[in-house]
């Protein structure tokens, strides 16, 4: 059987199944190990892509959250059999380059989403630039985001955003409750497309960016773009690919 190393999130029934499975398949360690198995949620599994970027070790997440969109189903039997015929799906991340309105710098990588949003009841005002020209002067909104294709059914769905296809060579552009202009309901970019958001009045109308769970508050501008030099495997029982869980998400009532 292929090595494994098993990671599992804090949750009660992640702990629990972490310690059945570990009775019944070698936990290698994440040195030796071919390929991990992560134990949780869809958040848990953007944790572990994020821990273990740059192993080039594939990621096989068996569902013990709510959701599970980026899960297998979990099961304890048949683990080497399900491994085996396991399909990839390989994704790219964002990269955010967010700087403070007090002028610091931060840098950080989203699997799913880099979002900006509002920190206090007025809402924000964002000029949008994309590939050094100014696409909308001024978007009144509580906020808005740019998805990659495994991110487009989670956060991006939620603000009525496009599903893409995990191979589609796009990211979405959504805005988030949007009240000027009040029809514009987002863009679909090229991979290659370099996004820029200038937060006006940064001061009166503070706006946070958020690159999957890393956040960074009083932001002036933020600056994101894909890297393709950053590749990760995930990997989804056969017959349930990625790429069918997002065809089949386009058709649910």
Same mark, same amino acid.
């Given at each position: 059987?292929?090595?494994?190393? @098993?990671?599992?999130?804090?949750?009660?029934?992640?702990?629990?199944?972490?310690?059945?499975?570990? #009775?019944?398949?070698?936990? #290698?360690?994440?040195? +030796?190990?071919?390929? &991990?198995?992560?134990?949780?949620?869809?958040?848990?599994?953007?944790?572990?892509?994020? #821990?273990?970027?740059?192993?080039?070790?594939?990621?096989? !997440?068996?569902? $013990? =959250?709510?959701?599970? @969109?980026?899960?297998?189903?979990?099961?304890? =039997?048949? %683990?080497?059999?399900?491994?085996?015929?396991?399909?990839?799906?390989?994704?790219?991340?964002?990269?955010?380059?967010?700087?403070?309105?007090?002028? #610091?710098?931060?840098?950080?990588?989203?699997?799913?989403?880099?979002? $900006?949003?509002?920190?206090?009841?007025?809402?924000?005002?964002?000029?949008?630039?994309?590939?050094?020209?100014?696409?909308?002067?001024?978007?009144?909104?509580?906020?808005? %985001?740019?998805? +990659?294709?495994? !991110?487009?059914?989670?956060?991006? $769905?939620?603000?009525?955003?496009? &599903? $893409?296809?995990?191979?589609?060579?796009?990211?979405?552009? +959504?805005?988030?409750?949007?009240?000027?202009?009040?029809?514009?309901? !987002?863009?679909?970019?090229?991979?290659?497309?370099?996004?820029? @958001?200038?937060?006006?009045?940064?001061?009166?109308?503070?706006?946070?960016?958020?690159?999957?769970? @890393?956040?960074?508050?009083?932001?002036?501008?933020?600056?994101?773009?894909?890297?393709?030099?950053?590749?990760? +495997?995930?990997?989804?029982?056969?017959?349930?690919?990625?790429?069918?869980?997002?065809?089949?998400?386009?058709?649910?009532?």
């Amino acid at each position: 059987m292929t090595d494994l190393h @098993f990671v599992a999130s804090d949750a009660d029934d992640a702990q629990g199944a972490l310690e059945e499975l570990r #009775k019944h398949y070698p936990d #290698k360690g994440p040195e +030796t190990a071919q390929i &991990i198995v992560a134990l949780g949620g869809d958040g848990f599994m953007l944790q572990t892509l994020h #821990k273990f970027l740059g192993s080039k070790k594939p990621i096989y !997440g068996m569902n $013990l =959250g709510s959701v599970g @969109f980026l899960m297998n189903e979990y099961r304890q =039997g048949g %683990l080497a059999e399900r491994l085996a015929a396991a399909e990839p799906a390989v994704v790219h991340p964002l990269r955010m380059r967010a700087t403070t309105y007090s002028g #610091k710098t931060q840098e950080a990588l989203a699997f799913n989403e880099v979002s $900006l949003l509002r920190e206090t009841r007025q809402a924000a005002k964002i000029r949008i630039v994309v590939d050094e020209k100014t696409r909308i002067a001024e978007l009144i909104c509580d906020g808005v %985001l740019i998805s +990659t294709p495994a !991110g487009s059914t989670a956060y991006n $769905l939620s603000a009525h955003g496009p &599903i $893409l296809p995990i191979d589609a060579a796009l990211l979405a552009l +959504t805005p988030i409750s949007a009240f000027r202009p009040r029809r514009w309901h !987002g863009a679909l970019l090229p991979h290659r497309s370099r996004a820029r @958001f200038e937060i006006l009045e940064p001061d009166k109308r503070p706006v946070s960016a958020v690159a999957d769970d @890393f956040e960074v508050r009083g932001v002036s501008t933020v600056d994101v773009a894909e890297d393709r030099s950053i590749s990760m +495997t995930m990997l989804f029982d056969a017959g349930h690919s990625l790429d069918e869980r997002i065809l089949a998400e386009q058709f649910v009532d």
